[in-house]
C-alpha cells in the first residue's frame, strides 16, 4: 500500500466528481490543497497525451517532487487521476480497470446525471477496497 | 535563428567579457569623487563597443570583426569571489525593489484569461526578473574552476598629485595587494600591464603630468603609458546636463554625476578606452591564443601525443583525488587549454573554444575533476548555441553540466543554477518553453526560497508561452512561486503571483484549490492593511464545509479580524454565509382563504376547496358550458396573488450552515418594494419590461426599500438565529402592507456576526428558473408580486383542548372560539367538517352544561329533542349557525362542538368556516377560515361480541361480549353497556353476576362478560330511533348514572359509527349494535387533563347473531306424566316450534324415525363443529363438542342397544312433514308419540331437513356463506313417563 495516495475522478468538464485520499499515511491537513493543485496542473499534460495513444491508461504522465500522477481516459474523456508515491505500475493499472467498472456501475444508473458529483457510500467503500487491494 | 539576436546570445556577449582589473591610489578616487563617481564608475559608460567592427585573427589566417565588444572593469580587491551572503543580500534587495514598483497594480481586478493569454513575453518576464537572473550569475564570477573572469590586462591608475608617481606605479602592483587569484598561482601573474596618470585639471596645469608621462615613459615604456585629464569643466553649469547623460543610462542618478566633467573630458576618456581596447586588449588576446593554441598543439594535439596522455592519466588514476581541483595552476596544460578556449570564446571564436573545451573535458573527466568538467562542458554548450548548431548537443552538454554541477555537492550547486539559466534561456530561444519551464522548476529545487520563487515564476511564464498554453500548469507554478515568495517575505510578490493565477482557478469546482488562493490572498491583503479587497477574497471561503473545523474557525476567525479592523459596516452581496436554500423559498399570503396556524398552509388546496364547495358560494357565472375554468372577477387576479392590507405576508425560507462552528445570524429581515395602488395597473404592465433592467437597480432598490423602512407603507419583521454546526433551520419572515398596491418580494437581508451584512435577491434564482419551463417561472414572478387590496377582517379561530393524542373511543365536548380583532361586525358564519365521525357541533345550550354530567340520563327529558337531532344528520358536516349569530369587532365568540375519536390511527381534521362581513364595503365578499388539526388515536378498549341463540328459548341470545385492554398502561373503568334498539333489553344473567362485577380492566387484560339479550316482540321494528336498554356495569359506585345514549352527541356519534362500520361489514344487515361507555383511570398522556376522567364510548355495531342454520327450532312439551300402562298405551302430544331466521324463503322437512342411522348422526355431528369453526370471534365449545363427544360414544352404544330390541317408544302421525316458511316467521307443529312403558326417554330422534329456496336477491349473499340447504338432529329432550299410582 503506498504511503500517499489520491484518487481523483476528474469529469470531461475538469471537475472533480469523486475525490479520496486512500494513502495509509493519515491525511495531512497541508496536502489536501497540494494534491489537488498537483492533480489539476497534470490536467494539462493529459490534454495532450490522450490523444497520441490509443490506450486508455496512460501510465505516468506528471511529477512532482517524489510524487507521481498516473491517470487512466475512458472514452467519455473522464479521467481517473492518482496521485501515488509508488511504482506499482501493474497494480495502479488493475486499480484502474476496476474503478472503470465501478464508475460504469454508477453511470448504468439512471438516476446519476453524467458529470455531476458521485456520492454513492457504495462506491467510495469499494474504492477504497480496491486501493487496498491493489495499491 | 541568429544566436546574436536572441536574449541568451546577447546576455553572453555582455557576461562573458575580457575583465581588466584596475589598480588605483587613493588621490585618483578622491579626484574622481567630485564627479560622484568611482574611477571604474567613470569608466564604465565607454567599456561597451557597439558598432565596434574590429579584424580579429586569431590562429586561422582569415580575420574576422568582431561587431560588439565589451570590456569589464573591475577594482583589483573586487576581484575575488563575492561573499555568498552579500550576494544573497544583494538579490533580495533588488527583488524587493521590484515589488514596491508593482504596489499599484495590487490594488486593479487580477487578469483574466484573454489579457494574460495576449501578453508578450516581456509582460511575463519583467525587466527586475532579467536583472535578478543576471545579478545572479554575476555573484558567481570569479570562480576558481574558470578563467573567463581571470583579468586579462591591469590597468593601473596614479594621480599627477601623488609623491613619486613612478614609484607608486610599482607600489601599486604590489602582489600583497593583489587579489588571491593571481598570488594563489591560478592566474598568470605576467598579464598586461597598462599605466596610466590622471590628472585633475582643477589643481593644477597639465605640464606637471605631461613630465611625469614623459618620465612614466621612460621607465615602463612608451606604449603603455597613458595620460588622462579630467576635471576640465569650471564652475560654468552649461555642459553638466550633457557630460552626465552616459551615466545616466548606467544607472547613476544624482545632482552631481558627472558635475566636473566637460564634454572634453569625456572624449578623452572615451578615446582612451577606444585605445585600450582594440590597441592592447584584443591584440594582446590574439597573441596570446596564438601562443597557447601553438603549446597545446605540441603537446596534446597528434595521435602520438593522444597516447602518451592515456597513459599518463592512467597512472594519476591512483592518486587520491583532490575535490576543489586546486592541483591545477595556471601553467598546468588543463588550464592553458581552458584559457585558450575561453579566450577564443570571448573572441567570438566559438568553433576554437569548443575543440579546446572538448578536449579538455576529457581530459577533466579521466581525472574526476567533476566541477571542472561541468564548467567546461557548460562553456560547450554556450559554444554549441552560439554556432547554432547541433541543439541536441547543446542541450546534452547543458544537463550533462548541469547535473554534474549538482553532483559535485553544495560548492557546485549554485554553479548549477548558473548553467540552469544559460540553458532555460537557449530553450527558451529555441521555443522550447515547456522544457525550459521544467529546467526553471529543477532550479528552484536547490535554491533558497526566494531565489526558488523568481525561478518558479519564470517557469510558469513559460508554460504560459508554450504551445498550445498550460494554463493549468502556469497557475500551480505561479502559486509555488507565491508560496516562496511569502515565505522568504516578500508580500506583495507573493500576493502578485498569486492574483496572476486567479483566473485559472475561477471554474470553482476544486474546492481545497480555491481556499487556499482565495484565503491566502485575503491573509496577504489583510497584511498590508488593504483590507476591503482582503475581505472580498476572504468571501470566497466562508462556505468551507469540506475542510476541518481548525481550518474553518481559522477562515471565519480572519474574516472577521479582517470585517472589524475595515471599520465600518460592509455590504456583501450574496454572501454565502449561512448558505440560503432558495428552493426552499415559500411565500404565505392570505386572501379570502385565511389560515389558523401556518401549519394548515401546507395541506394541499385541492382539500380544502373539495372541503369547502358547497359552502362557498360561486363567485362567477359561467358563460356558457365550454368555460370550464370560471373566469374570475378581475384579470390581475391571474397574474397576481392577493394579500390584505394590515395582514403580514409571510416567508418561509431555509437557512443552512455549512461549517462545523455555530454561526449567529441576525435581524433577517425581508427586501420588498410596495408601490401604491395608483400604480399598480402601470406596475402591472411594466414588470415584464423592466426585468431586463432590474439586476443593474437592484442595488439601489434594495438600499432606498431600506431607507424607507422606518417611515414606509410595510412593516417588516426581524429575526435573530443562531446556527449551530451543519444545522439547518426554516425562518419565517413577515412583512406587513399597509396601504393598498402592488408589493414586490425583492430578497432577503440578513447580518452575520453582528459585523457583516450580506443580501440575497430571490429574483436572480427566478431567472435560472426560466430555463426549465415557463409554467414555474410563471408561478415564481406570481407568487413574488403580490397585489394588496382591503379586505374582510380576519378571525381568528382555535379549537381550545383540543389533544394531539388521544384513546379511540374519546369522547369530549371541545371549545371553539373565534376571534375578531377589527371593529366591523362579521356574519353568516358557516361551518365544515371533514371528518364528522370526529367531530360534531353541539348546541349552543351544551355550553353551560358540565361534561359528561350533560350526558346522563334525564327522566323528565322528552324523547323528541333527540329524533329531532336524529333526522337532521347532514348537518353534523356542514353547520350553519343560527343567523342570529354576529361576531362583534373585538369580541370572541365561542361554540361548543363535540369530540369523539371513532377509530385508532393517525387523523388529520380538516374544518373550514365561512364568513362574511357585515355592512361595509370591501373588494371581497367573504373569507374562509381554514383550520386544520392532526391527531394520533390511539387504541384503548376492543370490544367484540358474540350473539347466540339461547337454546332452550325462543327470542332470547347469549351476548358474549370480550374486552381487550390494547393500551400499555392505562386502566379503564367499564361504566355501562348499551344495546341499541327499541325491542331489545340487555341483562345480566342471573348466575354470573360475580363476572360482571368486575368493573376494572387493566392494561393488556382481556375480559369475557355474558349478558342476557331478549328480543321484545312488541311493536314494530324502528330503525332510525336511537333506543335501547342499558345496563350499568359499575355498580359498585352507586352515584354514577346511565349515560343517555338517545341524545346528542352519543346518537350522532352513534350513527357515524353505524355507517363506518356498516361499509366494513357486508353481508347480514340490520343487527344489533352495541355501546359501551367506559372511564379512564389514570391517564398519563395529557397531563393538562388534570383530574378529569377521560370518557370512552366504544360502538360496535352490526354485531350478528352467530347461528349454524336459518332455522331455529324447539320441541315443547309435558316433562313427567303419571300414566296407567295396564289400561292402554301412553299417547303424549308435543309441539315443535320452528323460527325462520333468515331472509328468505325457507323450505323445512321433519321428519321423525324411530330407528336411528349412525351414518347420519355422526356425520352431521361432525359438520356441526366444522360449521361453529368457521365463525369468527368465539363459539360454543362446551355445548357442541359436549354433545358430539358424548353423542359420539353414547349414541353408539344405544344404537346398539336399540336397534335390537323395539324402541319403547313410537312416533305417531306422518315419519315426515313438509313446509314453507315466510323469512322471520314462526310456525309450530304438532307431534305426538306413543309410550309403551314407563321410563325416560329422550325424544331427540327427529331431524330438519332446511333448505333455502332462491328467491330474490337475498339469497346471494346467503349461499356465499352457508350452504343453501342441511340437516338438523333433533334437541335432546326428556320425558319421564310414570306408572300411575
Same mark, same amino acid.
Do not use: C
Given at each position: 500500500m503506498a504511503s500517499t495516495a489520491c484518487f481523483v475522478i476528474v469529469s470531461?468538464?475538469?471537475?472533480?466528481?469523486?475525490?479520496?485520499?486512500?494513502?495509509?499515511?493519515?491525511?495531512?491537513?497541508?496536502? =489536501?490543497?497540494?494534491?489537488?493543485?498537483?492533480? $489539476?496542473?497534470?490536467?494539462?499534460?493529459?490534454?495532450?497525451? =490522450?490523444?497520441?495513444?490509443?490506450?486508455?491508461?496512460?501510465?505516468?504522465?506528471?511529477?512532482?517532487?517524489?510524487?507521481?500522477?498516473?491517470?487512466?481516459?475512458?472514452?467519455? $474523456?473522464?479521467?481517473?487521476?492518482?496521485?501515488?508515491?509508488?511504482?506499482?505500475e501493474d497494480g495502479i493499472k488493475s486499480f484502474f480497470q476496476d474503478v472503470h467498472e465501478l464508475y460504469l456501475k454508477i453511470l448504468l444508473n439512471p438516476l446519476y446525471l453524467p458529470g455531476s458529483r458521485i456520492t454513492s457510500s457504495h462506491f467510495d467503500t469499494k474504492v477504497r477496497a480496491l486501493a487496498r487491494k491493489y495499491l | 535563428m541568429d544566436p546574436l539576436k536572441t536574449y541568451l546570445g546577447r546576455l553572453v556577449l555582455e557576461e562573458l567579457t575580457p575583465v581588466v582589473m584596475v589598480l588605483t591610489t587613493p588621490l585618483v578616487e578622491d579626484s574622481c569623487r567630485k564627479n560622484g563617481l568611482g574611477f571604474v564608475d567613470m569608466l564604465l559608460p565607454f567599456s561597451v563597443f557597439k558598432k565596434f567592427d574590429v579584424p580579429v585573427r586569431t590562429v586561422n589566417d582569415q580575420p574576422y570583426r568582431?561587431?560588439?565588444?565589451?570590456?569589464?572593469?573591475v577594482y583589483a580587491s573586487d576581484v575575488r569571489q563575492p561573499n555568498y551572503e552579500a550576494a544573497k543580500e544583494h538579490l533580495k534587495q533588488v527583488v524587493h525593489d521590484s515589488g514596491e514598483k508593482a504596489l499599484s497594480d495590487l490594488l486593479s481586478d487580477p487578469p483574466q484569461l484573454e489579457t494574460v493569454l495576449s501578453n508578450s513575453e516581456s509582460d511575463l518576464c519583467p525587466q527586475w526578473i532579467q536583472t535578478f537572473n543576471k545579478e545572479l550569475i554575476r555573484t558567481l564570477s570569479f570562480s576558481e574552476h574558470e578563467t573567463f573572469d581571470h583579468p586579462v590586462a591591469c590597468l593601473l591608475v596614479v594621480s599627477s598629485k601623488d609623491e613619486q608617481p613612478i614609484n607608486k606605479f610599482v607600489d601599486i602592483f604590489n602582489t600583497n595587494q593583489l587579489p588571491s587569484l593571481l598570488n594563489d598561482g591560478l592566474m598568470d601573474p605576467k598579464i598586461l600591464k597598462h599605466y596610466v596618470l590622471l590628472h585633475d585639471n582643477q589643481d593644477s596645469s597639465p605640464e606637471k603630468a605631461t613630465h611625469i608621462l614623459a618620465e612614466m615613459r621612460n621607465t615602463f615604456g612608451p606604449n603603455d603609458c597613458k595620460l588622462l585629464c579630467i576635471n576640465s569643466a569650471t564652475e560654468d553649469v552649461n555642459n553638466k546636463g550633457f557630460s552626465s547623460v552616459p551615466y545616466k543610462t548606467h544607472g547613476f542618478l544624482g545632482e552631481d554625476i558627472a558635475r566636473c566633467l566637460n564634454l572634453e573630458d569625456l572624449k578623452s576618456i572615451k578615446d582612451f578606452m577606444q585605445d585600450l581596447n582594440s590597441n592592447h586588449i584584443i591584440p594582446f588576446m590574439e597573441q596570446k591564443i596564438r601562443i597557447l593554441n601553438q603549446q597545446v598543439a605540441t603537446t596534446r594535439k597528434g595521435f602520438r601525443n593522444q597516447i602518451k596522455n592515456l597513459w599518463w592519466r592512467k597512472g594519476k588514476d591512483d592518486l587520491p583525488e583532490d575535490p576543489s581541483g586546486s592541483t591545477y595552476t595556471f601553467s598546468s596544460i588543463e588550464t592553458q587549454i581552458r584559457i585558450l578556449g575561453d579566450y577564443a570564446f570571448i573572441l567570438q571564436d566559438y568553433e576554437l573554444a569548443l575543440s579546446n573545451y572538448r578536449l579538455l573535458s576529457t581530459d577533466y573527466k579521466l581525472d574526476k575533476a567533476w566541477k571542472r568538467y561541468a564548467g567546461v562542458q557548460e562553456m560547450s554548450g554556450l559554444c554549441y548555441f552560439m554556432l547554432d548548431q547541433s541543439r541536441k548537443e547543446a542541450e546534452y552538454c547543458m544537463e550533462n553540466a548541469f547535473s554534474t554541477y549538482l553532483r559535485v555537492g553544495s560548492s557546485g550547486q549554485r554553479y548549477a543554477s548558473r548553467c540552469g539559466l544559460w540553458w532555460a534561456e537557449m530553450l527558451k530561444a529555441r521555443a522550447q518553453y515547456r522544457e525550459a519551464s521544467g529546467v526553471y522548476f529543477r532550479i528552484s529545487i536547490e535554491e533558497p526560497s526566494l531565489h526558488a520563487a523568481v525561478m518558479l515564476e519564470q517557469a510558469a511564464g513559460c508554460y504560459l508561452l508554450s504551445k498550445p498554453p498550460l494554463l493549468r500548469k502556469y497557475g500551480f507554478h505561479l502559486i509555488l512561486a507565491g508560496n516562496r515568495y511569502y515565505i522568504s517575505d516578500q508580500i506583495k510578490h507573493a500576493i502578485r503571483a498569486y492574483r496572476n493565477a486567479l483566473f485559472v482557478y475561477s471554474e470553482n469546482a476544486w474546492s481545497y484549490i480555491n481556499d487556499h488562493v482565495h484565503f491566502n490572498v485575503g491573509r496577504w491583503y489583510g497584511f498590508l492593511g488593504m483590507f476591503d479587497v482582503a475581505i472580498n477574497h476572504m468571501l470566497e471561503v466562508l462556505a468551507c464545509g469540506h475542510q476541518s473545523l481548525a481550518t474553518q474557525s481559522t477562515f471565519l476567525n480572519d474574516f472577521f479580524h479582517f470585517v472589524q479592523r475595515l471599520g465600518k459596516s460592509f455590504d456583501v452581496c450574496k454572501l454565502q454565509l449561512p448558505v440560503i436554500n432558495l428552493f426552499s423559498l415559500k411565500i404565505v399570503y392570505e386572501d379570502h382563504r385565511t389560515y389558523a396556524s401556518t401549519a394548515d398552509v401546507d395541506v394541499t388546496e385541492s382539500l380544502w376547496q373539495a372541503l369547502e364547495e358547497e359552502m362557498v358560494p360561486v363567485s362567477t357565472v359561467r358563460a356558457n358550458w365550454l368555460d370550464s375554468q370560471p373566469k374570475s372577477s378581475s384579470r390581475k387576479d391571474d397574474d397576481f396573488s392577493i394579500c390584505v392590507a394590515g395582514e403580514a405576508v409571510k416567508v418561509e425560507v431555509e437557512l443552512k450552515n455549512p461549517l462545523q462552528i455555530s454561526i449567529s445570524v441576525s435581524s433577517i429581515s425581508l427586501i420588498c418594494e410596495l408601490s401604491a395602488s395608483s400604480e399598480a395597473s402601470t406596475i402591472d404592465r411594466s414588470v415584464s419590461s423592466a426585468e431586463v433592467q432590474e439586476d443593474t437597480n437592484l442595488m439601489k432598490t434594495s438600499f432606498c426599500s431600506d431607507q424607507k423602512g422606518e417611515n414606509s407603507s410595510f412593516t417588516l419583521s426581524k429575526i435573530d438565529v443562531e446556527l449551530g454546526g451543519g444545522e439547518t433551520k426554516r425562518v419565517q419572515l413577515e412583512v406587513t402592507p399597509k396601504v393598498e398596491g402592488v408589493l414586490k418580494l425583492v430578497g432577503l437581508r440578513w447580518t452575520l456576526s453582528d459585523s457583516v451584512v450580506g443580501y440575497q435577491h430571490f429574483e436572480t434564482d427566478a431567472k435560472k428558473k426560466h430555463k426549465k419551463g415557463k409554467r414555474s417561472k410563471h408561478s415564481w414572478k406570481s407568487s413574488l408580486n403580490l397585489i394588496v387590496i382591503k379586505g374582510i377582517p380576519k378571525l381568528e379561530g382555535r379549537v381550545d383542548g383540543f389533544p394531539t393524542k388521544t384513546f379511540a373511543g374519546d369522547l369530549r365536548l371541545l371549545m371553539l372560539s373565534l376571534r375578531n380583532h377589527s371593529e366591523y361586525s362579521l356574519k353568516n358564519i358557516r361551518m365544515k367538517v371533514s371528518h364528522p365521525r370526529f367531530l360534531i357541533p353541539a348546541n349552543s345550550a351544551d355550553i353551560h352544561e358540565d361534561f359528561p354530567q350533560c350526558l346522563e340520563k334525564q327522566r323528565q327529558m322528552e324523547n323528541k329533542d333527540a329524533s329531532g337531532n336524529a333526522k337532521n344528520l347532514s348537518r353534523s358536516a356542514f353547520f350553519s349557525f343560527p343567523n342570529d349569530v354576529t361576531i362583534r369587532g373585538g369580541e370572541t365568540f365561542s361554540w361548543p362542538l363535540w369530540f369523539h375519536s371513532g377509530s385508532s390511527g393517525n387523523i388529520s381534521l380538516y374544518m373550514s368556516i365561512y364568513y362574511e362581513m357585515e355592512g361595509g364595503s370591501s373588494d371581497m365578499t367573504y373569507r374562509t377560515l381554514r383550520m386544520n388539526y392532526n391527531l394520533e388515536v390511539l387504541p384503548s378498549l376492543d370490544i367484540s361480541f358474540l350473539i347466540s341463540p339461547w337454546p332452550s328459548r325462543l327470542q332470547e341470545y347469549f351476548v358474549r361480549m370480550d374486552v381487550v385492554n390494547r393500551t400499555i398502561s392505562e386502566t379503564f373503568l367499564l361504566h355501562q353497556l348499551s344495546c341499541v334498539g327499541n325491542q331489545l333489553v340487555i341483562s345480566a344473567l342471573p348466575s354470573c353476576n360475580s363476572i360482571c362485577s368486575m368493573q376494572e380492566i387493566f392494561a393488556g387484560q382481556t375480559l369475557s362478560c355474558f349478558f342476557k339479550l331478549k328480543v321484545l316482540m312488541t311493536g314494530e321494528k324502528n330503525e332510525e330511533s336511537v333506543q335501547g336498554s342499558d345496563m350499568l356495569l359499575s355498580s359498585a359506585i352507586s352515584n354514577d348514572m346511565l349515560l343517555d345514549v338517545s341524545r346528542s352527541p352519543l346518537s350522532d356519534f352513534h350513527y357515524q359509527e353505524r355507517y363506518h362500520q356498516g361499509k366494513l361489514v357486508k353481508g347480514y344487515q340490520s343487527l344489533l349494535d352495541f355501546i359501551m361507555i367506559s372511564k379512564m383511570v389514570s391517564s398519563n398522556l395529557d397531563s393538562e387533563e388534570g383530574p378529569n376522567q377521560l370518557l370512552l364510548s366504544n360502538h360496535a355495531c352490526h354485531c350478528s347473531i352467530s347461528r349454524t342454520s336459518p332455522i331455529w327450532w324447539l320441541m315443547d312439551g309435558p316433562r313427567t306424566i303419571y300414566h296407567e300402562f295396564s289400561s292402554s298405551f301412553c299417547e303424549i302430544d308435543l309441539q315443535l316450534t320452528i323460527h325462520n331466521c333468515s331472509n328468505s324463503l325457507v323450505s323445512i322437512r321433519v321428519a321423525t324415525f324411530d330407528s336411528m342411522l349412525e351414518t347420519t348422526q355422526s356425520s352431521d355431528a361432525v359438520h356441526l363443529s366444522d360449521n361453529s369453526n368457521d365463525q369468527g370471534g368465539w363459539y360454543d365449545v362446551s355445548l357442541t363438542n359436549d354433545i358430539k363427544l358424548i353423542s359420539n360414544v353414547q349414541g353408539s352404544r344405544s344404537q346398539k342397544r336399540l336397534s335390537e330390541s323395539t324402541p319403547p317408544f313410537v312416533w305417531s302421525a306422518l315419519s315426515s312433514t313438509q313446509l314453507a316458511m315466510e323469512p322471520a316467521s314462526t310456525a309450530k307443529l304438532p307431534l305426538k308419540i306413543f309410550v309403551f312403558s314407563p321410563g325416560t326417554y329422550n325424544l331427540s330422534n327427529y331431524e330438519l331437513h332446511w333448505k333455502i329456496q332462491p328467491q330474490g336477491e337475498g339469497i346471494t349473499d346467503e349461499v356465499k356463506n352457508k350452504s343453501s340447504s342441511g340437516l338438523g338432529q333433533g334437541h335432546p329432550f326428556y320425558l319421564t313417563v310414570l306408572q300411575a299410582p
Open positions: 470531461r468538464n475538469d471537475i472533480p466528481i469523486y475525490e479520496a485520499e486512500v494513502g495509509s499515511v493519515l491525511k495531512k491537513e497541508e496536502a =489536501a490543497h497540494l494534491h489537488q493543485f498537483i492533480l $489539476h496542473a497534470a490536467l494539462d499534460i493529459v490534454q495532450d497525451l =490522450a490523444w497520441t495513444t490509443s490506450a486508455m491508461f496512460l501510465k505516468s504522465v506528471d511529477r512532482f517532487n517524489d510524487l507521481v500522477v498516473s491517470v487512466y481516459v475512458t472514452a467519455g $474523456h473522464t479521467r481517473l487521476m492518482l496521485l501515488h508515491d509508488s511504482r506499482n | 568582431l561587431q560588439m565588444f565589451k570590456l569589464r572593469m
